[in-house]
């Protein structure tokens, strides 16, 4: 998805060609939305943070790391809900009302939303994947603590449930 079906350039000079573009996204056809981060909100802060709040009102799940929680924050999104991001003044400086429910840990799932900050893309995909139910239990468990914490034992549990 992009802002249209035009050809984009990410930060790292990735071309991508999307495949729909942000006003052709329809919760009933979707898993979960990523909103993108900081860059992209920058640039398309206030229609994805509609499309958001649309996906979360369809009862389809939102996941926003980094910067795309900020966006969130100023749609409102995250007044009602416990999340966190990369520090909670870089939240308050977007003027919103949740800095009560802000939580200082890795990411944070609440009403579908999962918020994490930059520098924990694996706590974060732990979050998406148990909210989608990719890896459950002692799984998911074993590929967060291979992944995030180079545990080598992690990985028999994972080898085990792959040969099930």
Do not use: K, N
Request: charged share 25%.
């Amino acid at each position: 998805m992009g802002p249209s079906r035009e050809s984009v350039v990410s930060i790292g000079g990735l071309r991508v060609q999307p495949d729909l573009a942000l006003g052709e996204l329809c919760p009933e056809d979707s898993s979960l939305l990523d909103p993108a981060g900081r860059r992209a909100l920058g640039r398309l802060g206030p229609p994805r943070a509609r499309t958001s709040r649309a996906f979360l009102d369809a009862g389809v799940p939102v996941a926003a790391i980094c910067g795309a929680a900020a966006g969130l924050a100023r749609e409102g999104l995250l007044d009602d809900r416990a999340h966190t991001s990369a520090a909670p003044f870089y939240l308050t400086a977007t003027g919103y009302a949740g800095g009560g429910r802000y939580v200082e840990t890795d990411a944070v799932t609440d009403g579908g939303l999962i918020t994490a900050g930059p520098t924990e893309p694996v706590a974060f995909a732990r979050e998406v994947f148990r909210l989608l139910g990719v890896y459950e239990g002692e799984v998911l468990d074993a590929w967060y603590r291979l992944s995030h914490d180079s545990d080598a034992q992690a990985y028999a549990v994972l080898q085990r449930a792959g040969d099930r």
